[in-house]
C-alpha cells in the first residue's frame, strides 16, 4: 500500500498542493478554527482534526456527486 519511508503529510499529486492549501484554510474559517500561516500550535488537537474531518467530509461528497453526474463540480 504505502512505504515505510513515505510521510502521511506528503500530497499524492504534488500540483494539488495550493489548492489543498486554499481549500484547508477556507474549511477552518467555516467552522471557526483560528488557523493562521505558520505555527498553530496553540490549537488544539480537537480544533485540528475537525478542519481535517470537515475537508474529507466535503471532499468526498464533491467526488460523489460527481461520479452520480449531478450538481455542479467544486475544484480545489
Known sequence: MSNNNSSSNRAVVPEA???????KYEVANE?????????NGNLTSKQNGSV?????????????????????????
Open 31 to 39: 467552522l471557526g478554527v483560528p488557523l493562521t500561516d505558520g505555527y
Open 17 to 23: 498542493k495550493g489548492a489543498l492549501n486554499r481549500f
Open 52 to 76: 481535517g474531518g470537515y475537508m474529507v467530509k466535503k471532499m468526498i461528497e464533491a467526488q460523489e456527486r460527481q461520479m452520480s453526474g449531478s450538481g455542479s463540480t467544486q475544484q480545489y
